[in-house]
């Protein structure tokens, strides 16, 4: 279809020029083609061509419209993402913040807890505080001892369970 176009068009041309010389005795309508029955395929063929470009256009600009939407919509999720993001950090701080606070108040309630039974190991007879610590666990015994005067763990010492003595002692002579 192409080639008959440029023919065509050539064939106008060459009759053009040719009949414009002077002396010249052909005539633009020889050859069986007149020149509106050589514009309407040149012109069909310029529309369909000139349509064929336009349905491209069109395609492509109908797909930077869509890729256009697809980044505002993954602009929108990556921003809703970093906010999520901002409160799970923010949550998480405040957590963090809890459990040390709770940490905190159990160490200190631990501590008066510990310092109310000094008081009351340092207030009772030797035999029977003796014979609590006894009772207690390892660790137990050994914080309380940490804790009472060396003038009371001395009273205590003639009652105590020889292995768990020599473990206290170990235990407080050893750097830390």
């Given at each position: 279809?192409?080639?008959?176009?440029?023919?065509?068009?050539?064939?106008?041309?060459?009759?053009?020029?040719?009949?414009?010389?002077?002396?010249?005795?052909?005539?633009?309508?020889?050859?069986?083609?007149?020149?509106?029955?050589?514009?309407?395929?040149?012109?069909?063929?310029?529309?369909?061509?000139?349509?064929?470009q336009e349905a491209k256009r069109q395609k492509l600009l109908e797909r930077e419209a869509a890729v256009a939407a697809k980044e505002a919509e993954v602009k929108k999720m990556s921003?809703?993402?970093?906010?999520?993001?901002?409160?799970?950090?923010?949550?998480?701080?405040?957590?963090?913040?809890?459990?040390?606070?709770?940490?905190?108040?159990?160490?200190?309630?631990?501590?008066?807890?510990?310092?109310?039974?000094?008081?009351?190991?340092?207030?009772?007879?030797?035999?029977?505080?003796?014979?609590?610590?006894?009772?207690?666990?390892?660790?137990?015994?050994?914080?309380?001892?940490?804790?009472?005067?060396?003038?009371?763990?001395?009273?205590?010492?003639?009652?105590?369970?020889?292995?768990?003595?020599?473990?206290?002692?170990?235990?407080?002579?050893?750097?830390?």
């Amino acid at each position: 279809m192409k080639r008959q176009l440029q023919f065509g068009v050539a064939s106008i041309i060459f009759l053009g020029v040719v009949s414009s010389l002077p002396g010249s005795s052909v005539s633009a309508t020889e050859g069986g083609q007149t020149a509106a029955a050589a514009d309407i395929p040149i012109s069909r063929t310029a529309r369909e061509e000139q349509a064929l470009q336009e349905a491209k256009r069109q395609k492509l600009l109908e797909r930077e419209a869509a890729v256009a939407a697809k980044e505002a919509e993954v602009k929108k999720m990556s921003d809703k993402i970093q906010q999520e993001l901002k409160t799970l950090e923010q949550t998480k701080k405040q957590y963090d913040d809890a459990v040390k606070a709770q940490a905190a108040i159990q160490q200190k309630m631990q501590g008066e807890k510990v310092t109310k039974m000094v008081k009351l190991f340092k207030t009772i007879k030797p035999d029977q505080a003796a014979r609590l610590t006894d009772a207690l666990p390892q660790q137990d015994a050994v914080v309380l001892l940490e804790r009472l005067d060396i003038k009371t763990v001395a009273k205590l010492v003639p009652y105590l369970k020889q292995p768990r003595l020599i473990r206290w002692i170990e235990e407080h002579l050893t750097i830390r």
